[in-house]
């Protein structure tokens, strides 16, 4: 599979059916709406203790499982004639392998799935894409479905980087782009022209909390504003886990006493994209799509 | 300056002395004891708000300044006929700028430290060191002149790592390093074979927390042990800032859930020796230094 593979636009046909597999957060919620929006209502899968409560994804066909139950997804999303699946939102939780009842179809996967683990999350991933295919399910990234989700280039909203922000862009994203390469997160903030910290496994959330806390412990005294850059790793699983940002990173990165908010264009999310802008002008923030390294779509 | 003329000892001679100016942490208080016990008591600068109370930095001659007042420094150091300059312990707030009061040693190093600031934390280290040098003061490692604080290669104390710990060590070595070359940190921690968390300015302390918090809410399920790695950065300035681990260390590690630290033999520091290996035998956490690369004095 080639990256270029991994981010084409689907143009769904009448007898297409689309799964979405929900883990927290808005990106399945935009992804279900957009669906249904467009005449393709969606079967939705909510993984169990990952999926948000109380959204519209709850008002489609769709059915409630453990990630523990993984396996028995595929015959479920045959039955339903399922022809693509969307894996969309966070999976804060590792599967508890002592819970997971064998099936034939998880015993097929299995000596893969291990492997998988063993090279880390892309890996796993390239799995479950790998063993849906074998299924006859295509495995397709949101962005392919609903492409009005991608970040564009340049300046979205009322405000721009300043001058002085640029240094910041750019070492945030040279940071976030090395700490991709080495597998480990997404996203980075630089303040006063250096990047001061890193995204791991703790997620954007945690990050923007962290400097936040740095900030207000004077730990970046004398240095104002600063940005967070996301962006995707180099050999990003384009149709899974996407970097994403959405209307609470903006008023997590302006508690941080951030200027703005860079992501890479064409391989980023941006979800519930008019309140996302409508907040950024509001707080005074920038959101910047920034000019990847030709891999954009 | 090279790198191996930041890392010689220096043998004293009688009418040398040595001024510790002391950050916080333990750093500074075993550099402050080895000199006295080795017939050198040394004149100390107390960093205010910085350096720990009611160690025993307060019994040696010595005066306390606002990290403000640094260019004051070179006056009263030459007064005291001090020949040789230690910058121990840690710094976590950055000079409000404002408060400074100009004076002529200032204005002399002001551009010069404007564009050191603008190059980040080593940058202005080595502006430092070259001012002192004017003045005729030299500017010294603490393994510089207490040796034995430098991590020695292989096993320290009673535990070893195991088989499978050398994936998190080789992966927590290798984040280290890049976000190291980043000018970012110098330390990581991974489990199951792969970096999760990686330090930024919040120091490792709060990052054994945070693995910690990650472990302690499931994030980390299924993949127990895993490794503190520290390592200074590619162009680290030798003579201050070197990676740093103590008995606190040990302790953070062992609450994280953590296996072991691994550190940089010859450009780490291992402070408070005694305390360290007898905490991690006691909570069986392994410390090893781990090879450079033909960087070690």
């Not at 034939?104 to 295919?133: H, Q």
């Amino acid at each position: 599979m080639t990256k270029a593979e991994g981010g084409k636009r689907i143009n769904l046909s009448a007898t297409d059916r689309v799964a979405v597999v929900a883990g927290s957060g808005r990106l399945p919620v935009n992804v279900a709406d957009s669906l249904a929006q467009a005449g393709h209502p969606p079967f939705v899968v909510l993984l169990e203790g990952e999926a948000d409560p109380g959204t519209s994804l709850e008002g489609y066909a769709g059915k409630t499982i453990a990630i523990e139950q993984f396996a028995s997804l595929l015959p479920i999303l045959k039955r339903q004639r399922v022809t693509h699946v969307v894996l969309a939102g966070g999976v804060s939780r590792r599967p508890m392998w002592r819970a997971i009842r064998p099936s034939l179809a998880l015993l097929r996967i299995l000596p893969r799935a291990v492997s998988a683990l063993a090279r880390g999350d892309d890996g796993l991933l390239r799995i479950l894409v790998n063993t849906f295919e074998d299924y006859g399910i295509k495995v397709v990234g949101a962005h392919q479905i609903v492409p009005d989700l991608l970040a564009v280039e340049g300046r979205m909203g009322a405000n721009a980087p300043q001058a002085g922000d640029w240094a910041d862009l750019n070492a945030g994203l040279e940071a976030a782009r090395t700490i991709g390469a080495l597998d480990v997160g997404q996203a980075a903030v630089a303040v006063g022209g250096r990047a001061i910290a890193l995204e791991g496994i703790e997620g954007t959330d945690l990050l923007l909390d962290r400097v936040r806390e740095l900030r207000n412990n004077g730990r970046i005294a004398g240095r104002k504003r600063g940005v967070l850059v996301k962006c995707a790793k180099p050999n990003q699983e384009l149709r899974a886990d996407l970097p994403t940002i959405g209307p609470a990173t903006v008023d997590a990165a302006h508690a941080a006493g951030l200027a703005g908010i860079g992501v890479e264009a064409g391989r980023s999310l941006v979800l519930d994209y008019g309140e996302v802008i409508e907040r950024a002008d509001k707080l005074g923030l920038f959101v910047i799509g920034l000019s990847g390294e030709g891999d954009k779509e």
